[in-house]
């Protein structure tokens, strides 16, 4: 069984690697969207796979860490990329979440990145 939490937070970031050109290279903000996916056996005394409830307390600490910053200051993020913030997450919530299969981050509704661990 698969189950997913999603959450939102607002941050500003910048990707200092790019072209000096990219528009991405300036200081922008996006209204992010964060999925944790989780899967296992459905428990049969509990009916979860995880209670949201603990999805919640996982990363609660790292959206409060995220939210209405600028991620290049966030240490392990100074390169802000959808593709990296996947990768943070999943390196800091993994061990409180064993179930966890994918973490998926939206810049906007139709791009993200999803991160599995490889």
């Not at 910048?14 to 528009?23: E, Q």
């Not at 996982?58 to 996947?86: C, Q, S, W």
Request: glycine fraction near 6%.
């Amino acid at each position: 069984m698969k189950v997913t939490q999603s959450f939102r937070f607002e941050a500003a970031h910048r990707l200092p690697f790019v072209k000096d050109t990219h528009p991405c290279r300036r200081v922008h903000g996006h209204s992010y969207r964060v999925e944790l996916q989780l899967e296992g056996p459905v428990d049969p005394e509990t009916g979860f796979v995880v209670d949201f409830f603990d999805i919640e307390a996982a990363f609660g600490p790292l959206l409060k860490r995220l939210d209405h910053y600028y991620l290049n200051e966030v240490e392990g993020l100074e390169n802000p990329t959808a593709e990296n913030i996947a990768a943070w997450i999943w390196d800091r919530v993994k061990d409180a979440l064993p179930q966890l299969t994918a973490v998926r981050v939206y810049e906007t509704p139709e791009c993200w990145a999803e991160y599995n661990g490889a």
